[in-house]
């Protein structure tokens, strides 16, 4: 065998601890929502699912985890509708200015979810809308509307116009074409658009905080018992936004790659 | 014709600042299989697509079965279309693609489901139903579009260029079934191609376009024979061409006089018009001058062996300005640098005007 040159060492090291950067907060909060004790520092003391368990008992932190659930499908199937439509706008039609106005709907990508939360809430302010679940949801459809747009427009190419000619000469109306070739025909975009949307949307906090107040998203809950100190149950609770998001983002990952290979 | 099925007048279209269509009027006769042959920038697409519904002319109207359909829509119209890229569902499968015009239409499932397959066996396509089309291979695909047009019974079937993606061999045998498919549908085909061939081989009615305009339109062996312009002359095939000027003009034949020589021959046009002589290889005869026309001696500048024939190209020594072509049947030897004297029969002499 070989001795590895101490560039390739190097490298190993760098790369070990560029996941160790990005993991071991996960890793850790993971490790200690099993502590059998009361307090999530060391030494480890589990493994013990009673943290979850309380999580599981807690109305609160369910009925926050609920309302986070139904805030990021009603968001996400509005940013993908929304998206599409849009999408469908660009590709199909000659639309003025269009270069203009695909930036502008893309430019909330580069706004950060501070202003944006801050922006709805005085406007919302304005208009009298009270703070709300709904409110909240708004937010999410500003901040991943353009992501959809994004990834749905990049799938929407010339070569699907024929086929959607084909299906108005055999009778097709508009709605028809859209729903029934063009639709099915991008779903890998549009399942991805959706299960991405699903994950910003579920562990999104900065806007929940702002535009919510008596019923709360998760991470907001999980937030309210931060404050309150630390606690093994905190841990539980972010265990399960985390290993949610996880699974989002795999199935959107396996949506999009099973497609591309 | 007053029976027509399709009538286009004064057809006009602009893209932009660019003419695609420059004056277009023709009429298609029911059951028949119709070719607009012309090279790519001709009109010919443009021409069918508005016959398609899929571009609103400029100026012009279209009537299909004595009904204005020139604003109509292509799902309002009696037509179907089968695009160059076939554009099948790819969602779906070959019973769901053939099926999508009916389920349109509304028509019941289970009479959805006959008719489909009456239109698949139709195309030779009875067992794959349930595939797919990118489990399908070119000339499969272009069946299953094929099928998906004429399930819906359209007064006319538009087909745009539908053998260009195939290979050589493919493309023969589908122009064959294509020709077998309309005798038997009896529904009138418009199909769009720039392959002279393939329109001879199809057409009952050849229609010649070049820059927006009909050059010619007819029967293809008319449009072969007896071309009505130069440029179709051309087209149609290769040719020897000779300019001409017209010295002695009576009672429909000429003298016209060519760098050749002078030929009286059958036109009617006055004294002193251009025209232009043009004879196919075929009629070329090398040799012995047995027919009656003689155009003097060239020599032969190279011999290309084709299989079933020979392509010979000589120098007329008359005017080595010209270059003649013709074909020949293998046998005599023949060889480049010899000097053979060349005739035809006068008949054979194609006489253009414009």
């Given at each position: 065998m070989t001795v590895p040159r101490p560039a390739t060492i190097l490298a190993y090291a760098y790369a070990a601890a560029i996941f160790g950067f990005i993991f071991l907060p996960v890793i850790v909060l993971g490790l200690f929502s099993l502590q059998a004790s009361s307090l999530p520092v060391p030494p480890f003391t589990g493994p013990s699912l009673r943290w979850y368990q309380a999580v599981i008992g807690d109305p609160r932190l369910v009925s926050a985890l609920l309302n986070s659930l139904?805030?990021?499908?009603?968001?996400?199937?509005?940013?993908?509708?929304?998206?599409?439509?849009?999408?469908w706008g660009f590709a199909r039609h000659v639309v003025p200015a269009a270069r203009l106005l695909r930036g502008l709907i893309i430019l909330p990508l580069a706004v950060s979810y501070l202003i944006i939360g801050m922006g709805l809430l005085v406007f919302f302010n304005q208009l009298g809308v009270p703070k709300s679940l709904s409110a909240a949801a708004i937010g999410?459809?500003?901040i991943n509307l353009p992501l959809c747009f994004a990834i749905i427009y990049s799938q929407m190419g010339d070569h699907q116009v024929n086929i959607e000619r084909a299906a108005r000469d055999l009778g097709a109306?508009?709605?028809?074409?859209?729903?029934?070739?063009?639709?099915?025909?991008?779903?890998?975009?549009?399942?991805?658009?959706?299960?991405?949307?699903?994950?910003?949307?579920w562990d999104e906090f900065i806007i929940a905080f702002l535009l919510t107040r008596f019923d709360t998203t998760l991470p907001v809950e999980i937030w309210n018992l931060l404050r309150s100190g630390l606690s093994p149950k905190t841990n539980a609770a972010g265990s399960l936004v985390f290993i949610v998001s996880i699974l989002l983002a795999i199935i959107a990952e396996l949506v999009l790659f099973r497609r591309r290979s | 014709m007053t029976d027509a099925l399709v009538e286009v007048h004064g057809l006009v279209h602009h893209y932009g600042d660019a003419v695609a269509l420059d004056g277009v009027s023709l009429s298609i006769a029911p059951g028949a299989y119709t070719v607009l042959l012309g090279p790519s920038g001709s009109g010919k697409t443009t021409l069918l697509s508005i016959l398609g519904g899929f571009v609103v002319p400029t100026s012009g109207r279209v009537l299909i079965g004595g009904r204005d359909c020139t604003k109509l829509s292509p799902q309002a119209r009696p037509t179907a279309t089968v695009f160059q890229d076939y554009a099948l569902f790819p969602h779906m499968t070959v019973e769901s693609n053939v099926g999508f015009g009916l389920m349109m239409?509304?028509?019941?499932?289970?009479?959805?489901?006959?008719?489909?397959?009456?239109?698949?066996?139709?195309?030779?396509l009875a067992g794959l139903a349930g595939k797919r089309p990118h489990q399908l291979s070119g000339g499969q695909r272009q069946r299953v579009a094929l099928a998906r047009a004429l399930v819906v019974e359209p007064a006319v079937l538009l087909l745009d260029e539908p053998l260009g993606a195939l290979d050589l061999k493919l493309r023969r045998q589908m122009q064959d079934e294509l020709k077998a498919l309309q005798h038997r549908v009896g529904t009138a085909f418009v199909h769009v191609t720039h392959d002279q061939e393939e329109a001879m081989a199809l057409a009952d009615h050849c229609v010649v376009m070049n820059r927006g305009r009909i050059e010619d339109d007819g029967p293809p062996e008319r449009v072969y024979a007896r071309p009505a312009s130069r440029f179709t002359a051309a087209f149609m095939g290769d040719s020897t061409a000779l300019e001409a000027t017209v010295i002695d003009s009576m009672a429909g034949t000429v003298l016209a006089s060519t760098s050749l020589g002078d030929f009286r021959v059958a036109a009617d046009v006055p004294l002193g018009a251009p025209l232009l002589l043009s004879l196919r290889p075929e009629h070329l005869h090398l040799g012995e001058p047995r027919k009656a026309l003689h155009l003097g001696d060239a020599e032969i500048s190279s011999v290309v062996f084709q299989g079933s024939f020979r392509r010979v190209t000589a120098r007329s020594l008359r005017d080595p300005a010209v270059l003649f072509e013709a074909k020949v049947p293998p046998g005599?030897?023949?060889?480049?640098?010899?000097?053979?004297?060349?005739s035809c029969d006068p008949d054979d002499l194609i006489v253009t005007a414009r």
């Amino acid at each position: 065998m070989t001795v590895p040159r101490p560039a390739t060492i190097l490298a190993y090291a760098y790369a070990a601890a560029i996941f160790g950067f990005i993991f071991l907060p996960v890793i850790v909060l993971g490790l200690f929502s099993l502590q059998a004790s009361s307090l999530p520092v060391p030494p480890f003391t589990g493994p013990s699912l009673r943290w979850y368990q309380a999580v599981i008992g807690d109305p609160r932190l369910v009925s926050a985890l609920l309302n986070s659930l139904a805030v990021a499908l009603l968001s996400s199937l509005l940013s993908v509708m929304l998206g599409f439509l849009a999408a469908w706008g660009f590709a199909r039609h000659v639309v003025p200015a269009a270069r203009l106005l695909r930036g502008l709907i893309i430019l909330p990508l580069a706004v950060s979810y501070l202003i944006i939360g801050m922006g709805l809430l005085v406007f919302f302010n304005q208009l009298g809308v009270p703070k709300s679940l709904s409110a909240a949801a708004i937010g999410h459809v500003v901040i991943n509307l353009p992501l959809c747009f994004a990834i749905i427009y990049s799938q929407m190419g010339d070569h699907q116009v024929n086929i959607e000619r084909a299906a108005r000469d055999l009778g097709a109306g508009e709605w028809q074409v859209m729903l029934l070739v063009t639709a099915p025909m991008l779903w890998p975009a549009i399942f991805a658009a959706f299960f991405l949307s699903m994950t910003f949307s579920w562990d999104e906090f900065i806007i929940a905080f702002l535009l919510t107040r008596f019923d709360t998203t998760l991470p907001v809950e999980i937030w309210n018992l931060l404050r309150s100190g630390l606690s093994p149950k905190t841990n539980a609770a972010g265990s399960l936004v985390f290993i949610v998001s996880i699974l989002l983002a795999i199935i959107a990952e396996l949506v999009l790659f099973r497609r591309r290979s | 014709m007053t029976d027509a099925l399709v009538e286009v007048h004064g057809l006009v279209h602009h893209y932009g600042d660019a003419v695609a269509l420059d004056g277009v009027s023709l009429s298609i006769a029911p059951g028949a299989y119709t070719v607009l042959l012309g090279p790519s920038g001709s009109g010919k697409t443009t021409l069918l697509s508005i016959l398609g519904g899929f571009v609103v002319p400029t100026s012009g109207r279209v009537l299909i079965g004595g009904r204005d359909c020139t604003k109509l829509s292509p799902q309002a119209r009696p037509t179907a279309t089968v695009f160059q890229d076939y554009a099948l569902f790819p969602h779906m499968t070959v019973e769901s693609n053939v099926g999508f015009g009916l389920m349109m239409r509304k028509v019941e499932r289970r009479q959805r489901r006959d008719r489909v397959a009456a239109a698949l066996a139709l195309v030779g396509l009875a067992g794959l139903a349930g595939k797919r089309p990118h489990q399908l291979s070119g000339g499969q695909r272009q069946r299953v579009a094929l099928a998906r047009a004429l399930v819906v019974e359209p007064a006319v079937l538009l087909l745009d260029e539908p053998l260009g993606a195939l290979d050589l061999k493919l493309r023969r045998q589908m122009q064959d079934e294509l020709k077998a498919l309309q005798h038997r549908v009896g529904t009138a085909f418009v199909h769009v191609t720039h392959d002279q061939e393939e329109a001879m081989a199809l057409a009952d009615h050849c229609v010649v376009m070049n820059r927006g305009r009909i050059e010619d339109d007819g029967p293809p062996e008319r449009v072969y024979a007896r071309p009505a312009s130069r440029f179709t002359a051309a087209f149609m095939g290769d040719s020897t061409a000779l300019e001409a000027t017209v010295i002695d003009s009576m009672a429909g034949t000429v003298l016209a006089s060519t760098s050749l020589g002078d030929f009286r021959v059958a036109a009617d046009v006055p004294l002193g018009a251009p025209l232009l002589l043009s004879l196919r290889p075929e009629h070329l005869h090398l040799g012995e001058p047995r027919k009656a026309l003689h155009l003097g001696d060239a020599e032969i500048s190279s011999v290309v062996f084709q299989g079933s024939f020979r392509r010979v190209t000589a120098r007329s020594l008359r005017d080595p300005a010209v270059l003649f072509e013709a074909k020949v049947p293998p046998g005599p030897a023949i060889a480049a640098g010899m000097r053979l004297a060349l005739s035809c029969d006068p008949d054979d002499l194609i006489v253009t005007a414009r």
